[in-house]
């Protein structure tokens, strides 16, 4: 068994008492953050059989044992996203490292750690990370650790052959790092319950073979505003196909937003995208509730872009998929790429540059036969998303026996997706990070 530490918070002692897996100092942990952490170490590691928790002060001494550091809820902080000051990480590539920058810890966390009792986990296992964003020189000297105890948990496939994980290696040897996957969807998605997923499974799977028309032809979530969500929502009202299109989109004065003007005057600079003016018209003078959605019957008050509401996925033919970024860094993946898996949809994706290739190494059919994902390859961000969008349109404009037709063809490799993306999301949890853990735990 491996031990994660964990410490008390304020509150009624017994039973279900307050506590954290970060040690204290490390932000609000009353927050959402950290409640996706919790999610995270239990369903991701602790139900998986080969992890259990137990307080520091409980821990002998002596003993080894592991403190997770959760990527969004103890390295960043606050709706904007801000980095907080320890040294390990940073949002934007050019952004410097202050020398003096370190965590706060106990006598004993630190006296652990330095010995090697401790091996630090820096879990970030829902996406494809970007190793511009993490200062790697400086990790070790900021949690006090010798080389090889501290492990960078990702969400992508980190021993492949593609440059991603070629550079992740390559790094994190050099620095006396682990960098290992940890596909963990299950702590951070919404997933739907077994039984949830295989009632949808029957509908979805009638509705194919029967080959019954749906409601909408396209389904495209999204939430905070960013440039490639702004192009998407304005494309979508402006084209002919708006009125069979299920979208979402946070409201522009939210303030999780990036600035509105801002976002706006980027997106129609750029020359492949000026053509979205009037759709911008539009986002502009319909914006008055939580969320621009243009089916009402839809809650607003819900975050469609981390829930699974498979409801929606039984009568649309495929997703209009937006990543987190749209930046040209190369290929980064979230749980957003892995929801069509569920609804049991081929895709189009607006995202960065390489994604889709991304998800070819993880093994996912990308139905390239009935997509064009040449827009992949694009490495201008705004001519991306325009390609993407040309797609898109592509797509709507089938008639819906064609459709019928294709969803029946390719209902097999559908479920093959959903499979893959089910056993992923189950079983990481005791693979590349079980296998470092416990060869540091008997050294």
Known sequence: MITIARWKLPGPPGEGEPYS????????TTNRQHTQKRKLVQQGLVDSG???????DEIPAGNKYVVILSYYADLLEGDDSTVRPLGIIRRRVDQELNPEQSITMCDRLRSDSEQGLVHWVIANPTEVIKSDYYHWNNIRRVLHAPSGCVSLAVGNQSNGSDATSTKLQSLGKYHGINVVTLNTLKGFILEPTAEQQAEYNVQKLDRIYSMKTNSYTALCYNRILREHRYATVSHIVQSPHRQRTLFSLLKLSSPSNRPYQQVKERVLAHPDLAYLAEGSKWLAANNSKDFVILDETVDAEVNLARSVPLAHG????FQLVTETFEADYGAFITEKSYKPFYFLQPFVQVGDCGNIAELRKLGYDV???????????EPDWGTRIAVALEEYDRLCAWPDEQWAIVLRDIAPRLLANLKLVQEQSDSRGAGELLDVLLKWKYS
């Open 21 to 28: 897996y970060s040690p204290p100092g490390l932000g609000d």
């Open 367 to 377: 139905f390239d036969d009935v997509v064009d994902h040449s827009y992949d390859s």
């Open 50 to 56: 080969y992890y259990t928790t137990s307080y520091l």
């Open 314 to 317: 039984l009568n649309s033919n």
